[in-house]
């Protein structure tokens, strides 16, 4: 119990970064309707199935994103 204690102030900034970008990686697959590749369907199971590594979001935004 003392070790998480320890890690808290370490934890809380961490998960509240990681909800903030899979948030607006959610957001931004939402509101938009053309993707370099798979559709928005696979990117919402990437993104949540990978969220807690920051994988999921950084796939998207690197090879799933559209520049436009």
Known sequence: MDKILELLPFLIPLVIAELAV???TL???FTHSTY???S???WVVITLV????FIGPIL???IGK???
């Open 66 to 68: 559209e520049d436009a």
């Open 36 to 38: 370099k590749r798979g």
């Open 50 to 53: 990978f969220m807690n590594t």
């Open 27 to 29: 957001y931004h697959i």
């Open 60 to 62: 998207y935004f690197l």
């Open 22 to 24: 899979v948030g607006y």
């Open 40 to 42: 928005r369907a696979l």
